[in-house]
């Protein structure tokens, strides 16, 4: 959660009343066939790693996906209540592209 992290020390004790941008880029997931659940839930998995990992906890205040954590061999530890605690942070979202770029501003919170 470092991102959260600078936004609390740069709004808190910095005092700043300044903007932080984060840009994501995310390559949308789409399934190969959409009648095969094998399919379906490969694409699911995808968004999962690529976008879950940070936005669930960064954009929702939620644990990282399951089906992440739940992976065999992956150096990924659940967050600490502490950690999510960070988020949400009052995310305005000011722009969505076509190119599935996402740029959030960060608001005093």
Same mark, same amino acid.
């Given at each position: 959660m470092p =991102?959260?992290?600078v =936004?609390?020390?740069y709004?808190? $004790?910095?005092g700043? $009343?300044g903007?932080?941008?984060?840009k994501?880029?995310? !390559?949308l997931?789409?399934p190969r066939?959409l $009648?095969? /659940?094998?399919?379906?839930?490969?694409a699911s998995?995808y968004?999962?790693? #690529?976008?879950g #990992?940070?936005?669930n *906890?960064l954009?929702?205040?939620?644990?990282?996906p /399951?089906?992440?954590?739940a $992976?065999? !061999?992956?150096n990924?530890?659940?967050?600490?209540?502490?950690?999510i605690?960070?988020s *949400?942070?009052?995310?305005?979202? !000011?722009?969505?592209?076509?190119?599935g #770029?996402?740029i959030?501003?960060?608001?005093? /919170?």
């Amino acid at each position: 959660m470092p =991102h959260s992290a600078v =936004h609390k020390w740069y709004k808190q $004790t910095l005092g700043v $009343t300044g903007k932080v941008t984060l840009k994501f880029a995310n !390559n949308l997931a789409v399934p190969r066939d959409l $009648t095969k /659940s094998s399919d379906l839930a490969a694409a699911s998995r995808y968004q999962d790693f #690529i976008l879950g #990992i940070m936005a669930n *906890p960064l954009f929702l205040g939620q644990q990282c996906p /399951s089906e992440v954590l739940a $992976t065999p !061999n992956l150096n990924l530890t659940a967050l600490t209540a502490d950690q999510i605690s960070y988020s *949400p942070l009052g995310y305005v979202w !000011n722009t969505f592209k076509p190119s599935g #770029i996402l740029i959030a501003e960060l608001e005093a /919170s």
